[in-house]
């Protein structure tokens, strides 16, 4: 009954913003650990920010200061706001939930949805 669907992935060039939406088929973005990871060619997927049921976030190194993550609760919509993209940020953009947060490792996610790309040209 737990669906995930991204969307707003798209091409853009370096220094450029996007936003990201993760649409749920239920309320778990106000009562799971809602998360953003991130997968390019030939390497692990990695996640990128977290915001756990009581409105904590946190970040990984490597998008903190750029990326924001939130959600709008009666829409039942998890957003990954991401500013001065840099062509290392391209790769498939995933949003992951699970009951409790467990860091940044994807093995600790339950609930996937099927990933937007994301093209950053320099």
């Known amino acids: 009954q737990i669906q995930l669907v991204e969307s707003g992935g798209g091409s853009v060039q370096a220094g450029g913003s996007l936003t990201l939406s993760c649409a749920s088929s239920?309320?778990?973005?106000?009562?799971?650990?809602m998360t953003w990871h991130r997968q390019a060619p030939g390497k692990g997927r990695e996640g990128v920010a977290i915001?756990?049921?009581?409105?904590?976030?946190t970040y990984a190194d490597s998008v903190k200061g750029r990326f924001t993550i939130s959600k709008d609760a009666a829409k039942y919509t998890l957003y990954l706001q991401m500013n001065s993209l840099k062509p290392e940020d391209t790769a498939m953009y995933y949003c992951?939930?699970?009951?409790?947060?467990?860091?940044?490792?994807?093995?600790?996610?339950?609930?996937w949805g099927q990933g937007t790309q994301v093209t950053v040209s320099s």
């Open positions: 992951a939930a699970a009951p409790v947060c467990g860091g940044y490792d994807s093995n600790a996610y339950s609930y």
């Open positions: 239920t309320d778990i973005v106000n009562t799971y650990c």
């Open positions: 915001m756990d049921s009581d409105g904590s976030t």
